[in-house]
């Protein structure tokens, strides 16, 4: 088909196509079409990787909330629709994308961010998770993860009644026992707020796509179509062995590894590799490796370019793992995980795009759904290390495939080819079964479990979504549970256990048939936090702890570590039961909404000799060593917690991800989520009338700007941060309201010609001259700054305002 006929859609589109490239419909995008996409259809496509569902969700998108050609179409088939007036202008009602992860919001927003030159708004909403988000009610296309979705529609944002589309991209993610509940719940409720919502869901290619389809009362476009060819195979010995019965000789030269041999292969053929890997860790040492193999494929203008990239690298923050990166990228190589800076993530992005990089190596965030085709894909770890299970466990077809289904850049490349490396004759044969020739499994509700119930029963509840027991099993028949098992009574026993335990906790109530939330538990639910979380927060303030350290005590503390008596002092009054900054990290830290971070060997003797020194400041009771798996946990939060201190406490970020094992990007995540969990722990102490309220306060603000609290003010000044601030307080300036006196002795010292150096700033600023005061500085005035007056010259601003705060 080709775009100039397509129906229903505003009419500046096909003109917008033609110039992207864009003359003809892929099949399945033709299929989606004929399917009534753009008349308000719903739809479920189910189709490759990087196949072209993009383009389905924006002519869904687009016919859905502008009038246009197409307007009297969709008249035809739906009376209720007003008429056409205009031409391709917004017809009113918003359009939502819904991405699994946040990293793809930023790049679905800017997507769709070219159709703002014909007046149509885009807003991404990621974050916060308390507000309703009322600014987005004047845009026309939203993109927001399910999380931040599902919170808007506990805290009730009224636009959310007038959506004309959803879409939900990698909606074969309901499948995720943690994630997939909230997407499927929030589907459910979007789809019974707005009963005329057209609902497109697009899904990698699964078994079982029709299930998907008969859930969502949706059409289905299911195709194994692929814009360019993919050859999946398994290399052993010397020999590529594909899927159509060929073999290629694929030598491996001594002392070589298999993944080498075949980077090695590819950049003869002038082609790039993407390597997928099961680590973190494994990631960045296979790009170490094989930039050595890289580096000797590289032009010298292609090196230029190169340590232009690597320089830009080195500026989005100081830390190891981007000295790492830099130094990998210089040579033509890559690593990308959820661990590294935003920042970083495009730069490698970009630079691989443009085939300056030669490889990447990635764990599996790279496959959900990031736009980097490549000549080649090597799956080099199919396994992965999974604790529940106990050991390593292989990865799932799915998941295999959608990182083979990278392979291949349409128009650069005759077709793509997806690589598993087999360390022996049987497992060359294994592999072809497992992966090459299997089907991918069906996607399966994870919605039963009680985790899951235990939040979306209290919001379901909380924002009125059925006010009694029957009215809830009755919602939850919207459900892909409901439309997958005919077991109801597995559920029922589930909704009934989690109603007592919310009931017990008094965030619900009961009387006679009707249930209702308590002040309690809307707080709770609008603060988005996990029942059991809030839970935790509210015992262990209630029950206290952190008796205030002794002096003594306190002096033998690493510099930085905040005691109960010390918050009283800051306070500034007699307030010695106020918790620690320790104790409330820690509290937030063991509640399931903060992700663990491992024990390593060694760390459990650490951490249980911090335990018993702290003892006091620690809020609720600390399980015995003989409760196991409790004290483990608690352990583990008491990692995290010391994390966090030490954020707070104006240690290098250098120094804790040595410290503690991870990477800048965890540490932005823990610091999210502690800040996040901090805010809500002070709304829950209000609600209950508690003490603690200012404390809490206190160590949230400390941990937002990551430093100790006679800096919060000064750090808290736009684009001061962390070490700034604390250079600024050590040279004498404590406050905003000295920095501003000093930017103005600054600009008029510079008027009289006196402050060349960044010495002077810090030096006028201590010498000011009281004469000098309300004189407006001219705005043509401009002074020089160098490194040293302290901007961020280690790339520390650059971090604080870049890094992506979680993938979430
Ligand atoms: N009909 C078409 N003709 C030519 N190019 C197209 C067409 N449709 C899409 N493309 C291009 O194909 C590429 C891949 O498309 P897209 O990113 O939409 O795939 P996808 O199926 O959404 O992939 P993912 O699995 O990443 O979600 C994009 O560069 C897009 O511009």
Not at 36 to 64: C, D, F, H
Not at 158 to 175: K, N, R
Not at 500 to 517: P, T
Not at 650 to 667: A, L
Request: glycine share 8%; proline share 4%.
């Amino acid at each position: 088909m080709d775009v100039a006929d397509l129906p229903g859609v505003p009419s500046w589109l096909p003109e917008h196509l033609q110039s992207a490239g864009i003359e003809a419909l892929y099949p399945p995008q033709a299929e989606a079409v004929e399917a009534g996409v753009t008349r308000g259809e719903n739809l479920v496509a189910s189709i490759p990787t990087a196949s072209g569902k993009t383009l389905i969700a924006q002519l869904a998108m687009l016919s859905a909330i502008t009038d246009a050609a197409g307007a009297s179409e969709r008249e035809r088939s739906d009376p209720e629709t007003p008429p056409a007036d205009g031409d391709g202008t917004a017809l009113g009602g918003t359009a939502l994308y819904i991405v699994p992860l946040r990293a793809l919001a930023s790049e679905k927003q800017a997507e769709f961010e070219e159709f703002e030159q014909y007046g149509l708004d885009v807003g991404v909403s990621t974050g916060n998770y308390e507000s309703d988000g009322g600014w987005l009610a004047d845009k026309d296309i939203v993109v927001a993860t399910s999380e931040k979705v599902d919170s808007l529609v506990r805290n009730d944002a009224p636009w959310l009644d007038d959506l004309a589309c959803v879409v939900s991209d990698e909606v074969h993610l309901v499948d995720d026992a943690e994630r997939g509940p909230t997407l499927e719940v929030t589907l459910a409720k979007l789809r019974r707020i707005n009963p005329d919502m057209q609902t497109v869901a697009l899904s990698a290619t699964i078994g079982n796509a029709d299930v998907l389809a008969e859930w969502l009362d949706a059409e289905l476009v299911d195709s194994d179509w692929r814009p360019i060819s993919l050859k999946k195979g398994v290399h052993f010995g010397q020999a590529l062995h594909l899927e159509d019965g060929s073999q290629s000789e694929l030598p491996v030269r001594n002392s070589e590894k298999q993944t080498a041999a075949i980077v090695r292969d590819t950049l003869d053929d002038d082609g790039s590799t993407l390597v997928f890997v099961n680590s973190r860790r494994n990631a960045e040492a296979a790009a170490g490796r094989l930039a050595s193999v890289t580096r000797e494929a590289l032009t010298p203008a292609e090196r230029e370019q190169l340590a232009d990239v690597a320089a830009e690298i080195r500026d989005v923050s100081d830390t190891e793992t981007s000295d790492d990166l830099a130094d990998a990228v210089a040579d033509g190589a890559a690593f990308h995980h959820a661990g590294i800076a935003s920042g970083h993530r495009e730069l490698v992005e970009d630079a691989f795009r443009d085939r300056l990089l030669k490889v990447v190596s990635a764990t599996p965030t790279l496959a959900a759904g990031v736009n980097t085709p490549s000549r080649r894909v090597v799956v080099r770890d199919w396994r992965r290390y999974d604790g529940t299970a106990g050991g390593m466990q292989p990865l799932s077809v799915l998941e295999v495939h959608q990182m083979m289904g990278r392979a291949g850049r349409p128009g650069l490349d005759p077709y793509g080819e997806a690589i598993i490396p087999a360390a022996s004759h049987d497992e060359l044969d294994e592999l072809f079964d497992r992966y090459v020739w299997a089907d991918p499994e069906p996607v399966q509700s994870k919605l039963a479990a009680e985790p899951a119930l235990r939040t979306h029963l209290l919001a379901t509840v909380a924002s009125g979504f059925a006010r009694s027991r029957d009215g809830l099993l009755e919602f939850l028949e919207r459900t892909l549970y409901a439309t997958q098992t005919d077991e109801s009574g597995r559920l029922a026993r589930v909704v009934d256990e989690v109603l007592g335990y919310l009931q017990r906790n008094d965030f619900l109530e009961r009387d006679g048939e009707e249930l209702s939330a308590t002040s309690l538990g809307h707080t709770v639910s609008r603060l988005y936090l996990d029942p059991m979380s809030a839970a935790e927060i509210i015992d262990g303030l209630r029950s206290g702890g952190g008796s205030a350290a002794n002096g003594d005590d306190a002096s033998e503390e690493p510099a930085g570590f905040t005691t109960a008596s010390d918050l009283a002092d800051e306070a500034g009054g007699d307030e010695a039961k106020d918790p620690t900054a320790m104790g409330l990290y820690h509290l937030v830290a063991r509640t399931p909404d903060m992700y663990e971070l491992y024990l390593r060997s060694g760390d459990e003797e650490e951490y249980s000799q911090i335990a018993f020194e702290r003892e006091a400041e620690f809020l609720g009771r600390m399980p015995s060593e003989f409760e196991d798996d409790r004290f483990e946990d608690w352990l583990a939060a008491l990692k995290t917690a010391r994390l966090l201190e030490d954020w707070a406490s104006e240690v290098d970020e250098d120094e804790i991800t040595d410290r503690y094992g991870v990477g800048p990007g965890d540490i932005r995540g823990k610091v999210e989520s502690a800040q996040w969990l901090l805010g809500a722990a002070e709304s829950l102490a209000s609600e209950l009338g508690l003490d603690a309220a200012p404390a809490i306060r206190r160590a949230r603000t400390r941990v937002e700007h990551g430093v100790r609290e006679e800096l919060v003010d000064l750090a808290g000044v736009r684009g001061v941060g962390r070490k700034r601030a604390r250079r600024l307080f050590d040279a004498g300036i404590e406050s905003r309201a000295d920095l501003r006196d000093a930017e103005k002795s600054v600009v008029l010292a510079a008027l009289r010609g006196r402050a060349k150096t960044a010495e002077n700033v810090l030096e006028n600023a201590g010498h000011r001259d009281p004469s000098m005061d309300g004189i407006e500085p001219s705005e043509e005035v401009s002074y020089e700054r160098s490194d040293s007056d302290g901007r961020a010259s280690d790339g520390e601003e650059a971090t604080d305002d870049q890094t992506s705060l979680g993938d979430f």
